[in-house]
């Protein structure tokens, strides 16, 4: 499965054979501790280290929101929208949309304008066609860019985004998996 | 236009038979470069650069916090679709070329040593379309060749500080220089004026043209 989302079940999902209430568990190792070592043994919500990947194979149209990192490696037409999340453009990745992020990486193609909060770094293998706002730049050598950069530091927590329409911030709550709405999806 | 091999453009004098070796890059000391700094601090610039994308180019200009645009002219150059030798590339290229939205001025362009590399009929289709997206007083920073012979391909400028470039090769061969003379550079490039001009010791006049 390539788009991975991190947030797992609880633990409980796992074992679905019944346990004496009173005997506590000893800690098992967890199957899969590498992917999301804090979920396993636990309800409490996913760590913002926590990531999602959009693979190889995956074609999404639409917009994507959410509060988890995010790995595009797949093509992805519409609207990154991750204000508070790293989003990086794997080297397979191929992105038709504006992408929002905290550090916006490129090492894909982008056709698009970025805006990142804190940084935007565009590497060798990437291209940029499109404007980047964001307060700190970094273009390696040899990467290509068309465009426009703004590297004015944003007044307020949103100033990368200030001049932009956006949608309402996700409910906490509901914040720890990625929204994919009216997202069309075809592997 | 033919290629030649046998003479330096740059201030090192290349080895016979090394001219195809692309050599190191060298650093330079700019005079139209610190001027062109000194004119543009505490000001909120939009910046043109004409130039490929460079790195350290964009981290220097970060302390500025102006609004940066890059459009590789030679690049645009290469790729258009030849119909013909010698065809020119005509206003309709520079038009598309640079496609920035009408009411976007610019207050400073590196043209960095690119104008070499236009005919003259080119530069005056590119300084029409140029002129219509300056502010008035705007700089253009060019750097011409005054040799015989310059890089077949222009250099990869990376400033290094407020008055030194780094001048650096991608190709070792040469072709004849255009050594267009000043009196050229404001009858071709019309609406501009040569505000400042250097002459280097290195083969390259400086020129810092400003938007009449």
């Not at chain 1, 932009?164 to 592997?187: L, M, W």
């Amino acid at each position: 499965m390539v788009w991975k989302k991190s947030d797992d079940p609880p633990a409980q999902a796992h074992h679905p054979e019944p346990s004496p209430a009173a005997a506590p568990r000893p800690a098992a190792p967890a199957p899969a501790p590498v992917a999301n070592p804090g979920s396993s043994v636990s309800s409490e919500p996913p760590r913002r280290s926590d990531r999602a990947t959009i693979g190889a194979s995956i074609f999404i149209k639409g917009d994507l929101s959410g509060e988890e990192d995010l790995i595009i490696e797949g093509r992805v037409e519409g609207k990154v929208d991750l204000k508070q999340n790293n989003v990086t453009v794997g080297k397979n990745g191929k992105v038709k949309a504006d992408v929002f992020g905290k550090v916006v990486t490129i090492e894909g193609d982008v056709v698009g304008n970025v805006f990142a909060r804190e940084q935007a770094i565009l590497r060798q293998s990437g291209g940029i066609q499109g404007n980047i706002q964001a307060p700190r730049v970094i273009l390696e050598d040899g990467s290509r860019f068309k465009g426009s950069i703004d590297m004015e530091a944003p007044k307020d927590s949103g100033g990368a985004n200030r001049d932009r329409d956006h949608r309402t911030e996700p409910n906490r709550a509901e914040a720890n998996r990625v929204e994919a709405s009216g997202v069309k999806a075809s592997i | 236009m033919g290629w030649f091999s046998s003479r330096g453009s740059s201030p090192r004098k290349e080895q016979p038979g090394r001219a195809q070796a692309v050599a190191e890059p060298d650093v330079h000391r700019s005079l139209a470069l610190s001027a062109l700094f000194d004119e543009i601090r505490g000001r909120k610039v939009q910046v043109l650069d004409l130039g490929s994308a460079v790195g350290s180019n964009v981290e220097f200009l970060s302390q500025f916090g102006c609004k940066l645009y890059i459009e590789d002219l030679y690049a645009a150059l290469s790729t258009r679709k030849p119909s013909g030798e010698g065809e020119l590339a005509g206003p309709e290229f520079f038009a598309e070329f640079l496609a920035v939205p009408d009411e976007t001025r610019f207050d400073v362009v590196f043209a960095w040593d690119l104008f070499n590399y236009l005919h003259r009929k080119e530069l005056i289709h590119f300084a029409k379309q140029l002129r219509h997206h300056c502010n008035p007083g705007a700089r253009v920073l060019a750097l011409m060749s005054i040799l015989k012979t310059m890089p077949a391909q222009p250099y990869r400028f990376k400033i290094q500080d407020e008055q030194h470039l780094i001048y650096e090769p991608r190709t070792g061969s040469e072709r004849p220089s255009p050594r267009y003379a000043p009196a050229e550079m404001t009858d071709t490039f019309k609406g501009f004026r040569v505000d400042r001009s250097f002459l280097l010791r290195h083969g390259i006049q400086e020129f810092l043209l400003a938007k009449d």
